[in-house]
């Protein structure tokens, strides 16, 4: 039998963007008749219809620009020879793509190309994989008559700053698809094209820039866009073609981009992002592309540890022993202080199969309902909040919807660094003219970038955005703004009269509230009305929003100014959480809280209960369980005592890192299934051996409830997917799990939870991807909700006041830290921080006013101490101002700053999410690293010894 | 359990809730209580003197029990 190898090739491109258009337009070519949308390109017709036009200038990640005069065709009834890229379509238009009359200009303009291009194909790192290349073979192009010695581009320098990609300027045709690339794709704008006609040069910022020095964010766009070998990833450089390729999802942030993991063997060679990922459309960030170095860094544990007390050096063991080891202490624990004592947390970083599994090892397995997820330091207000108004714990939205937003309002959130694919289609709609409202303590980059400025930036005291919202919901209903007909419709009238009432009370106007928020008055007061009469008003929010000590409020009173200016249940409009790690929604939705079973049912639901029980064959606790700061306090006093914490870094990632570390130490057995000797590997006694995205299959949820599948690329190198160790687990202490595949996981989910009712991997694999609810109602998903109503029935308006939080400044601790992330790094860091995006953010640092810093004799680059009255650490001052008086903000990347040392155990009232944005400080020069990240240092690395077992 | 910090968890969702009105908060205090807290928290509570809990909460721990 013959067999064809499916040759390695790039993903298929149309020349010019997709159209999307109600009206059809049908014309010939070549003698074949073809139907696209009115304003499709001539040169996209001709692609949808199977054919080919030789180009260069022309890709579709952005408009033609209709330089190269390569695809140039001919119409009938047209005069010359258009330009294929830059003609739009006419209904009956006659078009000749291949006449001798097209042939010989193409010739001849390619000769030009070549004449000044260097012909070292062979050693190219574009061999084989290049536009130009194949251009020339396209057009016949045989021989050049203008020679090579004329005036040409050779010689220049490489600029080759960036980690991950180099400029080659030899190998550049000047077709600026890189510049519209930066531009159009990622709006960041860091490129431009030096010179005009022949002098024409790229070039990244200003004269004396380097990729590295200049504003450029390391996305990719131009390196994608390029269709020589100018601009490379220095994997393909080093590595050469690849030679398959199999499509998965990030697995870094909630925007879920879907990848083309591009392979050599089990080598992955590079991510590209993948055009028909309904998520990214094409486009990736830094992390995603790039910062996939982790996967196989030196640091990697691939063998399962354990050892008596932590104080010892870890010992390397079978995973026979480690399991069994780690299974005799559970049952111990267990018989002798009930199953109320075990509990575990799942990840956010892992699949929906894989948290699935936790919970129910936790649930089934140990007998008790204490599971929890790091969702609860980030977005547990969210669900909590969005239950209670609409009755679904999820945001609203897809990500296309922002393309019909009007005015967009970003609350707590700096997308362009913590979402920012997702920013840069933000950044589309709002350079086409949306309107923008940021509410920040700080000044993100979104308020002020290339062609973007905000109408509005409230920028509140940190702690006050409950005062925000209401007085905004104040202004609405005062100035008789209220979507009446929507509310009379939609929402619950009575509870509606009662907010309005109370929003509408004096004490709640912007100019009453203003001593509080620090938001003048005025400026609130357009605020409110430019989103209550706007058009589509769509909010986006973050953790800005949720970390707070009213973080569930604020999600509430979000929730409320969407009913009451009638933005729900349409495209543009909604309620959007930015959620931060890859997979948190999938979590939530998985089951992964101590008080519900997957699809955010309450454990003391009996109906709900006993179908668990049927289909689990086991009797569950009634109660709900620990959520993480519980368990911690419950470990002191000893009636907590077993923990598995999977692909999750407590120890630096929650709030007040003393009272986490002491909560750890006082348990019996802390095992840690990760990647990494993390931090809150210090305080374990079995550690095992995690894998990473690429070497698993399952599927992860989006911040657009959007299911989508990761596929593995490569082995596992620690022998075991992540689902396959906690099976082993469960097998272990007696459970007789046989799951074959994450598949039939997911079927037990869908069998079990009515939102995912119609979700398998086959309809994924033919779908591409579903956003739940998948159900009898929206077979084929949900990517708008609320459409014909809320959820719950009627939209309910809960009655938010701002409660100040107990956390105060005062004599001692006179400023407010606020903390945040950057677009290189990811949450605590554990993976970017192994790879070359240090480059870009080498430490955390302390972002300071400057007259609080001159207040304080603090200079540029100075050591800075920062204390709270839970602890205190050091980092460099950056004088700024970003960040208003008496505010002060960093980052928690780098376990060297443990950021977390100074803040508390404030939290959100109603999840216990923690108050990570406000913590009363006091920030004084200092010379250098405190006591504590000293001791901290020493004692870390002596928990990370491993025994050396001689060989036998 | 630390009684203090129960305590102290109690009340603040008895102030946020407090806008609701008294008898709905309470209700709902009582009802979050019983929706969100473990055996251990919820029998520390009732085991405690109450003297530091605010009216609301004071009068939900009560109905707890
Ligand atoms: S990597 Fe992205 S930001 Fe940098 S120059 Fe290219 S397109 Fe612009
Ligand atoms: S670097 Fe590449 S994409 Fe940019 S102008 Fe040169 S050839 Fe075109
Ligand atoms: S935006 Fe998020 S999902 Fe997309 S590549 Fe970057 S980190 Fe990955
Ligand atoms: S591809 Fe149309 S002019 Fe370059």
């Known amino acids: 039998m013959g067999f064809e190898r499916p040759p390695y090739s790039r993903q298929a491109d149309f020349g010019t963007p997709e159209v999307l258009s109600e009206q059809q337009v049908t014309l010939t070519i070549d003698g074949r008749e073809v139907t696209v ?17 030789p180009s260069l200038c022309a890709t579709d990640s952005v ?9 140039l065709v001919e119409i009938e009834g047209m005069r010359g020879t258009p330009a294929s890229c830059t003609t739009p379509v006419m209904p009956g238009m006659v078009v000749h793509t291949q006449t001798d009359k097209v042939a010989r200009i193409r010739k001849s303009v390619m000769e030009l190309y070549i004449s000044d291009h260097p012909l070292d194909c062979l050693t190219c790192s574009a061999n084989n994989d290049c536009e130009l290349q194949d251009t020339a073979a396209e057009v016949g192009l045989r021989d050049v008559r203008y020679g090579y010695d004329g005036a040409n581009h050779m010689g220049q320098a490489d600029d080759v700053s960036n980690p991950y990609f180099a400029f080659e300027p030899d190998k550049c045709i000047a077709c600026s698809r890189c510049v519209r690339a930066c531009d159009e794709v990622q709006g960041t704008l860091a490129l431009t094209i030096e010179g005009r006609g022949f002098e024409s040069k790229v070039r990244a910022g200003q004269a004396e820039d380097t990729f590295l020095s200049s504003d450029c964010v390391s996305c990719g766009a131009c390196v994608q866009a390029c269709p020589t070998s100018a601009l490379m ?11 398959r390729s199999v499509i998965t999802t990030c697995a870094y942030c909630g925007v879920g981009c879907t990848f083309r993991a591009e392979m050599k063997g089990e080598q ?9 990922g309904k998520a990214n459309r094409g486009h990736s960030c830094v992390k995603g592309r790039f910062a996939w170095g982790y996967a196989n860094h030196q640091d990697r544990i691939t063998k399962p540890m354990i050892r008596e007390s932590v104080d010892l050096p870890w010992r390397e063991v079978s995973w026979e022993e480690a399991l069994s080891y780690t299974a005799t202490k559970l049952n111990a624990i267990k018989a002798q202080h009930g199953p109320r004592a075990l509990g575990g947390i799942s990840s956010s970083r892992c699949t929906n199969e894989e948290t699935f599994l936790v919970q129910k090892l936790v649930r089934a397995g140990f007998g008790s309902n204490n599971v929890d997820t790091c969702a609860r330091v980030c977005h ?60 920040d303590p700080r000044r993100t980059d979104i308020v002020r970038s290339p062609h973007i400025e905000a109408a509005h930036h409230l920028a509140l005291q940190p702690g006050t955005n409950v005062a925000v919202m209401t007085a905004m919901a104040h202004v609405i209903v005062t100035e008789g703004l209220a979507a009446e007909a929507f509310i009379q419709e939609r929402c619950e009238i009575d509870e509606y009269q009662d907010w309005a009432r109370f929003v509408s009370d004096e004490r709640h106007s912007p100019e009453v509230l203003e001593p509080v928020t620090r938001v003048p008055a005025a400026e609130l007061r357009a605020a409110a009305r430019l989103f209550a009469t706007g058009g589509n008003g769509a909010i986006y929010y973050g953790l800005g929003v949720t970390e707070h000590s009213q973080g569930s409020s604020t999600v509430m009173s979000i929730a409320n100014l969407a009913m009451v200016t009638g933005n729900i249940g349409r495209r543009g409009v909604g309620v959007n959480p930015l959620r931060g790690q890859n997979n948190v929604q999938g979590a939530c939705d998985m089951g992964s809280f101590p008080h519900e079973l997957p699809g955010y049912r309450h454990i003391s639901g009996s109906a709900v209960r006993e179908l668990f029980e049927a289909d689990w064959g086991v009797d569950l606790d009634p109660e ?124 037990e989910i869908a069998r079990l939870t009515p939102t995912f009712a119609g979700v398998s991997f086959n309809r994924l694999e033919a779908e591409g991807s579903l956003q739940w609810p998948v159900n009898e109602a929206n077979p084929d998903g949900s990517p708008i909700m609320h459409v014909n109503g809320f959820v719950r029935g009627k939209g309910k308006f809960i009655v938010t006041d701002y409660v100040p939080t107990d956390e105060k400044t005062g004599p001692r601790y006179p400023l407010l830290l606020t903390t945040g992330r950057v677009l290189s790094q990811y949450n605590v860091g554990a993976q970017t921080r192994r790879t070359a995006n240090n480059v870009w953010h080498q430490e955390d640092v302390l972002e300071i006013h400057p007259l609080d810093a001159e207040n304080r004799g603090v200079k540029d680059g100075d050591w800075v101490r920062l204390a709270s009255r839970t602890g205190e650490t050091t980092l460099r001052a950056d004088v700024t101002d970003r960040v208003a008086p008496g505010v002060v903000y960093t980052t928690f990347h780098h376990p060297a700053t443990q950021a977390n040392v100074v803040t508390t155990e404030y939290s959100d009232w109603a999840t216990n999410c923690p108050e990570y944005k406000v913590t009363a400080v006091q920030v004084l020069p200092s010379n250098g690293p405190t006591e504590w990240q000293e001791s901290y240092a020493s004692w870390s690395e002596k928990s990370r010894r491993v025994a050396r077992v001689p060989a036998e | ?44 509570i009732l085991a405690s003197d109450r003297s530091g809990l605010l009216p609301i909460a004071r009068a939900a721990v009560d109905r707890l029990g």
Request: glycine share 8%; aromatic share 8%.
């Open chain 1, 233 to 243: 990833e220095k994997s393909v450089m080093e590595l050469g073609k690849p030679e």
């Open chain 1, 63 to 71: 408009k033609a620009f209709g330089s190269c005069r390569m695809c």
């Open chain 1, 380 to 439: 547990s207000p969210t669900g909590y909040g969005l239950s209670k108004t609409f009755g679904t714990s999820a945001g609203t939205q897809d990500f296309d919807s922002v393309m019909d937003a009007d005015v967009v309002m970003i609350i707590g959130a700096n997308p362009t660094d913590g979402h920012p694919v997702f920013a840069s289609r933000l950044k589309r709609r709002l350079r086409q003219g949306a309107k923008l409202i940021v509410i």
């Open chain 1, 37 to 53: 949308p009115a304003g499709t390109s001539v040169m996209r017709a001709v692609g949808e219809c199977g054919g080919s036009i």
């Open chain 2, 1 to 44: 359990m630390d009684i203090e910090r129960l305590t102290y968890m109690a009340n603040q969702i008895a102030r946020n809730l407090a806008p609701q009105g008294e008898a709905q908060a309470t209700e709902l205090t009582l009802q979050h209580l019983k929706d969100f807290w473990d055996p251990r928290m919820k029998a520390a």
């Open chain 1, 624 to 747: 709900p369980g620990l959520r993480i700061p519980n368990m911690l306090d419950a470990a002191l006093d000893g009636s907590f005592r077993a923990l598995y914490v999977q692909g999750e870094d407590i120890l630096q990632s929650d709030p007040n890192t003393h009272h986490v570390a002491a909560g750890l130490k006082a348990m019996e057995l802390v095992i840690v299934h990760d990647l990494f000797l993390n931090e809150t590997a210090n305080y374990a006694h079995v550690f095992l051996p995690g894998s990473t995205f690429l070497e698993k299959d399952g599927t992860f949820t989006n911040a657009e409830r959007r299911i989508q599948l990761v596929r593995k690329v490569m082995e596992p190198a620690n022998g075991y997917a992540d689902w396959e160790v906690t099976q082993e687990l469960a097998k272990a202490i007696g459970l007789g799990w046989n799951y074959a595949h994450p598949s039939e996981i997911m079927d």
């Open chain 1, 268 to 276: 992955l060679v590079r991510m590209v992002p993948w055009k028909d």
